[in-house]
């Protein structure tokens, strides 16, 4: 365990803030969550893993940063079809990925270059291209750090939905997640294909027979192609989640927007896209002081500008506005903002 004070976190979270932690734990191994009770004294505590998913609305945060550093990943059981993995909270998720192409593993190479890391995959759903970590997700291990225990969770315990789980809402700042369990397809690959312009961007690279490495690099290609390298300018990836309404609205939505963008979903609803919705308002590109929506993904909010947390958030709320007085739909954030 290493504890650092007034701790500058630009580095550790990908909008690239300046934001000085009044301390920062950094956690490598199960046996030091042991000790977190007696450090973190009451006081406030926020777990950061790859730092992918936050926005800090302040300059200072007025308590304690527990970085995940717990690395490591094995094979656990395997057979002809099938394999199961054990991957630490600590890992990159994209490098996860990539080693399971590399290995021909299928069910999560839709999910490349997602950023952030393993451990905020559970917390989020995350999701892309038809795919959700819900689909291969076996169990999830966490330390409470209230109770002091250790507990394993099923997938159906884990009360998954659309970028949703029990770690955002009934465990949400009580849990550090320490490992997953998830199991892929060896043999009998089962790809998506139906969802964004995978199909375009396969028939572009010209592939004649499918694998996970390829579906994966299609992956790539599409994301890179929109999508801004937070190491080269901040952001968070989607800072919005894509709505869901029932079919009277999307019937109402359609009449005014013939050309509206929307996902047929498994419980008769429709999914709106909302980076098709924002474009539409006339936001991409839009400046906001020092944050702007990104030129090419109006998805994507972007730190342009040397911006503050507050310019950034400022930025959401005026999308949000403009959104709700178009289509009368509420969009919510993806990004987990920290006041």
């Known amino acids: 365990m290493k504890v650092f004070e007034n701790y500058n976190l630009k580095n550790d979270n990908t909008f690239h803030l300046n934001v000085i932690a009044k301390k920062v734990i950094v956690i490598e191994k199960e046996e030091e969550l042991i000790q977190l009770k007696d450090i973190l004294n009451n006081s406030r505590f926020l777990i950061l893993g790859g730092g992918s998913n936050v926005l800090f609305l302040n300059e200072y945060f007025d308590g304690v940063i527990i970085k995940n550093e717990m690395k490591g990943k094995e094979i656990i059981h395997q057979t002809e079809e099938e394999i199961l993995l054990k991957i630490n909270s600590g890992e990159n998720w994209h490098n996860i990925v990539m080693w399971s192409v590399e290995n021909n593993w299928n069910g999560i190479e839709n999910l490349a270059l997602i950023p952030g890391n393993v451990g905020a995959a559970p917390v989020q759903n995350i999701g892309a291209y038809g795919v959700e970590i819900k689909d291969v997700l076996e169990s999830v291990r966490f330390f409470n750090v209230e109770t002091q225990q250790f507990q394993i969770l099923n997938n159906n315990e884990c009360l998954f939905s659309y970028r949703n789980s029990i770690f955002k809402n009934e465990l949400k700042d009580k849990v550090f997640i320490t490992n997953i369990t998830i199991r892929l397809r060896k043999q009998n690959h089962i790809y998506r294909l139906d969802y964004g312009n995978i199909k375009d961007e396969l028939n572009k690279m010209n592939i004649k027979e499918l694998s996970p490495k390829i579906i994966a690099q299609a992956v790539i290609?599409?994301?890179?192609?929109?999508?801004?390298?937070?190491?080269?300018?901040?952001?968070?990836?989607?800072?919005?989640?894509?709505?869901?309404?029932?079919?009277?609205?999307?019937?109402?939505?359609?009449?005014?927007?013939?050309?509206?963008?929307?996902?047929?979903?498994?419980?008769?609803?429709?999914?709106?896209?909302?980076?098709?919705?924002?474009?539409?308002?006339?936001?991409?590109?839009?400046?906001?002081?020092?944050a702007a929506v990104h030129y090419k993904q109006a998805l994507v909010l972007i730190n342009q500008n040397n911006a503050s947390g507050k310019d950034i958030y400022e930025l959401a709320q005026i999308i949000i506005r403009k959104i709700f007085d178009t289509f009368a739909v509420t969009l919510e954030s993806e990004v987990n903002i920290i006041q």
């Open 221 to 290: 290609n599409i994301r890179q192609s929109k999508l801004p390298n937070p190491n080269e300018i901040g952001n968070a990836g989607s800072f919005f989640k894509n709505p869901e309404v029932d079919e009277t609205k999307f019937s109402e939505l359609k009449k005014r927007f013939p050309d509206i963008v929307a996902f047929p979903t498994a419980d008769g609803k429709y999914k709106l896209a909302a980076g098709w919705m924002i474009e539409k308002c006339g936001l991409k590109g839009y400046v906001h002081k020092g």
